[in-house]
């Protein structure tokens, strides 16, 4: 089975850190996800990548990069850490998109907490 | 833009009592339409996919059915075990899925 890690279960920053949200897949996947969820909106799409070094945002990017050096390996980065952008972040890898055959595998999520 | 709406918001059921969770979608192009489970602190597990109007997946006491705008996830006889939010994602034209908010499911002993 596709196993997909996130680097921290639970975290806690101060407004204004920068923070690095790790995530790291084992099936060769190439494509990477970051979404967030909070409670009411779903989930939402911050930022995708479907290869090494490519990426595209996603409907909300605002305050967020990534990056994607190596193929099995996608991190979202908060540049200055505001308390809005506390939430649950997941990661998911997929063999394919568009085509309605892309399985989404997800990480168990890393909850965020700005203070 | 793609819409998709799900519900009820919550859902609290008796041990062996059936129900159905409702996937409303305003897609274009739909390619297919993907249904989700999700544990607390957990996150989301894939149950189905259903590809075209008509068609329907089963997976223990979980159907999932497809029409052109809708997608319902009947739970027969449902066991506490079955509590969880579970989450449907129609994929159209756009770049990316869209998914709903949920529904929450409990199924008390």
């Known amino acids: 089975d596709v196993k997909v890690t996130q680097s921290s279960r639970y975290l806690v920053k101060r407004t204004g850190e920068k923070v690095f949200l790790e995530c790291v897949q084992d099936?060769?996947?190439?494509?990477m996800f970051w979404y967030r969820q909070d409670p009411g909106l779903g989930l939402r799409l911050i930022y995708f990548s479907y290869d090494v070094k490519m990426k595209e945002k996603g409907d909300i990017p605002e305050g967020y990069s990534v990056s994607r050096e190596k193929k099995e390996r996608f991190s979202l980065i908060l540049e200055s850490a505001s308390t809005n952008q506390t939430s649950m972040y997941l990661c998911?890898?997929?063999?394919?998109?568009?085509?309605?055959?892309?399985?989404?595998?997800f990480g168990s999520g890393t909850q965020l907490s700005v203070l | 833009e793609d819409q998709v709406t799900q519900s009820p918001e919550a859902l609290r059921l008796q041990e062996g009592e059936s129900s159905s969770l409702n996937c409303s979608y305003t897609v274009s192009g739909l390619r297919g339409l993907f249904w989700y489970r999700q544990d607390p602190g957990k996150g989301p597990e894939f149950l189905f996919t259903?590809?075209?109007a008509g068609e329907e997946k089963e997976k223990e006491r979980l159907k999932a059915t497809l029409t052109k705008k809708e997608s319902f996830l009947h739970i027969t006889a449902p066991k506490p075990e079955d509590s969880a939010t579970y989450l449907c994602a129609p994929r159209g034209s756009a770049r990316q899925l869209t998914f709903g908010s949920g529904t929450q499911l409990t199924v008390l002993p």
């Open positions: 099936m060769d996947h190439e494509n």
């Open positions: 259903l590809y075209s």
């Open positions: 998911a890898s997929s063999l394919e998109v568009g085509a309605g055959n892309e399985k989404l595998f």
